[in-house]
T-cell receptor
């Protein structure tokens, strides 16, 4: 199994551009989520999904859109990139569906995004 | 209120045992305590999880006292490769009942030769 795969690994955008960060998992996990991590800080939850067709907002959803058309894929869209969105983005998945008290997340290797 | 509180940073030397304590005074009855490890330029990695008493695996031990208001991650005989950020998580949920897995700033462990 490849686990959680994120593409691209690095991306540079100009302010106002749009792009999609890709995330795919091959573990048949129902729960998937996106985090951002700013330098020296912890991870903040952007959006999450508990199954195909079901998404919801996390702590910092503004400026980002998500959709979940398949169990495997959970893309994150930046509609109009801003310098404040410069960050490292991590995708994560979990087998326990988002309600288990013993949730365990599996993370991808991250996408480093710079917005100029 | 923050769900967990842990030291911002710790220093150790190779071969020593490192104990990182996390305070979670408002832990709910059903909550588990989960620790993740994050190396530079990588995503966090699950290392250990427990509910009460002691849990041990090939990477670490987790000690949880009876009142469960704190937990201690113990790394035996650390090496340079244990230099990482360690996060302690306890349960929290959004209004719809789904888990809100919040990673704070974590504890930055530096292991020196």
């Amino acid at each position: 199994n490849a686990g959680v795969t994120q593409t691209p690994k690095f991306q540079v955008l100009k302010t106002g551009q749009s792009m999609t960060l890709q995330c795919a998992q091959d573990m048949n996990h129902e729960y998937m989520s996106w985090y951002r991590q700013d330098p020296g800080m912890g991870l903040r939850l952007i959006h999450y999904s508990v199954g195909a067709g079901i998404t919801d907002q996390g702590e910092v959803p503004n400026g980002y859109n998500v959709s979940r058309s398949t169990t495997e894929d959970f893309p994150l869209r930046l509609l109009s990139a801003a310098p404040s969105q410069t960050s490292v983005y991590f995708c994560a998945s979990s087998y326990s569906g988002g309600r288990a008290t013993n949730e365990k997340l599996f993370f991808g290797s991250g996408t480093q995004l710079s917005v100029l | 209120l923050a769900k967990t509180t842990q030291p911002i940073s710790m220093d150790s030397y190779e071969g020593q045992e490192v104990n990182i304590t996390c305070s979670h005074n408002n832990i709910a009855t059903n909550d588990y305590i989960t620790w993740y490890q994050q190396f530079p330029s990588q995503g966090p990695r699950f290392i250990i999880q427990g509910y009460k008493t002691k849990v041990t695996n090939e990477v670490a031990s987790l000690f949880i006292p009876a009142d469960r208001k704190s937990s201690t991650l113990s790394l035996p005989r650390v090496s340079l490769s244990d230099t990482a950020v360690y996060y302690c998580l306890v349960g929290d949920t959004f209004s719809g009942g789904y888990n809100k897995l919040i990673f704070g700033a974590g504890t930055r462990l530096a292991v020196h030769p």
